[in-house]
Structure formats: C-alpha cells, structure tokens
C-alpha cells in the first residue's frame, strides 16, 4: 500500500537548520509532484513547497522563500526539506504529499493531494 514516512523533525532554537526526509513507497513516485506541508495548532494546513516530477521546477510559499530548499531523489523515492534560518513561527507538523501532475501546476495544487503522510513536528523555541 501507499506510505508516505516522514523523519528529521524535532526542536531547535531559532536561527537553527533541520532536515526533513519522506520516503515514498506503494506507488509510482516518479508519477507525482511532491510537496510539504505544516499545519500549527489552530491554523489551517499550509502549502510550504512544491517540486515536480523531474526535480527541476519548485514552488515555495512567501513565509518560507529563500530559507527552506525542496528537493527530491527519484533513484531513492525520497524527498527532503532543508530548513534553514528557523523561526518561532515555523513550528508546526510537517507533512510530506504526493501531488496529482495535473494539478501540480495549478493555483489550486494545494487541493489536489494524492497521498499524504502522518507527519513530523518540528518545534521552534526563540
């Protein structure tokens, strides 16, 4: 069956790095945009980043952009997230997806999640 396992999350105070990890098994990864998500406690779920199928055209959220990097190994099915330069208000569970190509190059790609993973909280202390 599908798994999507996430790793890499813990706590770390700010200005610190962690590495997120997701590896994908059960189904055709190379077959599917792959993104990240957070949700926060009493916040919706949030879109962060996006990757296509290839590796070679990313997307990042405006709260994310020029400190977190996406990017996946097909040889592997994995997928990572190199969080850098974290804030207090990062802290969140981090969910890794399987986005539908067809809806990967959407405005509305954010609803169009195949499989999601269980998660890996990440928790930042100013």
């Known amino acids: 069956q599908v798994q999507l396992v996430e790793s890499g999350g813990g706590s770390v105070q700010a200005g610190g790095s962690l590495r997120l990890s997701c590896a994908a098994s059960?189904?055709?990864?190379?077959?599917?945009?792959m993104a990240w998500f957070r949700q926060a406690p009493g916040k919706e779920r949030e879109g962060v980043a996006l990757i296509n199928s290839g590796g070679d055209s990313v997307y990042y959220a405006d709260s994310v952009k020029g400190r977190f990097t996406i990017s996946r190994d097909n040889a592997k099915n994995a997928l990572y997230l190199q969080m850098n330069s974290l804030k207090p208000e990062d802290t969140a569970m981090y969910y890794c997806a399987a986005v539908s190509t067809s809806g990967c190059y959407s405005k509305s790609w954010t609803r169009r999640v195949s499989y999601w993973g269980q998660g890996t909280q990440v928790t930042v202390s100013s």
């Open positions: 059960g189904y055709t990864y190379t077959a599917y945009c």
